[in-house]
């Protein structure tokens, strides 16, 4: 496939990524701060957001299994999971981390459960769609052209 029908399908991509609220500004500001000196700073960060919020997914499966569940302890997870998530522009997991935050507040246990399935099904879903965009990113350095910068609007 010629440059510019790559470069094309990553600009359309990247537009609906954003526009269905896969992904926020602050991922183009993360996008901003790659460079030639460091060509995969983005990759590079979203993979260890994805370690680390597998990390935290177990440790919450993990505390709302337990007989009597420390919903402070599920909240400061929760609280580090939307943290990293907000970082890396990944909108939909901050705002399923925003209600499960209410959840425990509540002390709402099958809220709190349903929550981790719809934080779980977003972190999924996110992570396939970053793939993509990666993959992209790479079949258009392959073929000799540059990725598209996106506009901080």
Known sequence: MEVSRLQRRYVDFTSALYHEGFLD???????????????????EVV???????????NELSRTLDQQIVDFRKVDAHVHQLKGSS???????????????????????????????????????LVKNKLDALFRLEQQILAAGGAVPIMSKD
């Open 47 to 57: 993979s260890l957001f994805f370690e680390d919020s597998e990390r935290l997914l």
């Open 86 to 124: 907000a970082s890396i522009g990944a909108q939909r997991v901050k705002n399923v981390c925003l209600a499960f935050r209410s959840c425990c507040d509540e002390n709402n246990l099958e809220g709190c459960l349903g929550c981790l399935q719809q934080v779980r099904q977003e972190c999924y």
């Open 25 to 43: 500004a602050q991922f183009t500001e993360l996008q901003h701060l790659q460079d030639e000196n460091n060509p995969n700073f983005v990759s």
